[in-house]
């Protein structure tokens, strides 16, 4: 039973004129009384909460930053009719602060044998899954004295899917695909590894692309075209160890990643090559293997990463590495998106490279912080001066770090969380683009 500020609000207007004109039990008594029997009475007219029957609908997965609706159909199959106020609770992530009282409270009014549908917004602030936890019922009777109150668990679960920020940039880099591959009049120089077709040889032209052949059946020379070959191996490697972990900005490390992986994907995809998806730190968190379809591809590692979450422990190299070989075809691409600090490089990846590299082609991408930059150009206050310092010596290790990769062969992609997605889109078409790919 709960009493309402109504109930208490009669009992303070009777007992102040007791207390004034007949201060006596007598008097308390004869203002308590219909009191409590009103508060009983209340009580019993009230709907009863155990009979009520809920059902869930709506939506199942939402991505990142857009809004979900659950609806919750109540059915009141008492003899009573239902006041009732009703509480939808979920985890605290599903609302932004300050917000979660008005999304999830309900008033509803329901007679005897119907239903209605309540719609419960969410808007979720982290990724993963969101599951419902319980309904809370308050059944006030006709008075509104007292309330009758229990729950119901009605279980539903919302998959909050990474945000895909950078689906912006896709309809750019699909032109330049076209290009490459074309579909389009603008021509590309460069070889590819597929031959496409025989056309007159222009001035600039690649020599070592002349058809001696076909030159000698005709009277103009005659060069070979090529295109991008199709149905290459992608394995996209994501390391979600402690480094993942890092916030650039407003930015996790392992969400800018996360996003620079659904662009690739959704690129690679287009262009007809087979993507695969592989998350290890000490062992392997997720994977995606065998999916040929490109929205199926697509949908399935949008899916598979909405409930990644970054390790606090330091990544297995040796084990990433093997893990990798054994997932990734001869002639492989392989895209490691993992941190670009030197101790964890230098002691871990650099010695397992040659591996690597002698097998597939290797394209590593870091976030690198704009605040390190900043740093590095600090003046004036002697705390300026020390974090300028800092600031070089850090873009000093990144910078060595990278020029060891690309001594073995890899080549590096470092920028910011809103620049990573698009420049790993580029070095890929620079691959396929230079007949690497």
Known sequence: MALTGRTA??????SLPVGILAPSWTGLLAVNAPLSLAILCDYALAAPVRTLRFTRS??????LGDAAEVQVTVTNSSR???RAQLRDAWPPSSWPAGTEQASSRHTVTIPPGEQRRLATVLRPTRRGDRQAERITVRSYGPLGLTARQGYHRVPWTVRVLPPFTSRKHLPSRLARLRELDGRTSVLTRGEGTEFDSLRAYVPGDDTRSIDWRATAR???????TWRPERDRHILIVLDTGRTSAGRVGDVPR???AMDATLLLTALATRAGDRVDLLAYDRRVRAR???RTTTGDVLATV???????EPELVETDARGLSTTALSDAPGGSLIVLLTSLEAAPIEEGLLPLLPQLTQRHTVLLAAVSDPRIEEMAKGRGTVDAVYGAAAGTQAQTERRS??????RHGVVVVDATPDNLAPALADAYLALKSAGRL
């Open 9 to 14: 609000l009669l009992a303070a207007l009777g």
């Open 58 to 63: 709506g939506d199942t997965s939402v991505r």
């Open 80 to 82: 009573r009719r239902l």
């Open 218 to 224: 005709q009277s103009a020379v005659a060069v070979r």
């Open 254 to 256: 392992l969400d800018a």
């Open 288 to 290: 995606v293997q065998g």
């Open 302 to 308: 949008v899916n598979t990463l909405a409930s990644l």
């Open 401 to 406: 770090t990278a020029e060891k990769l690309h």
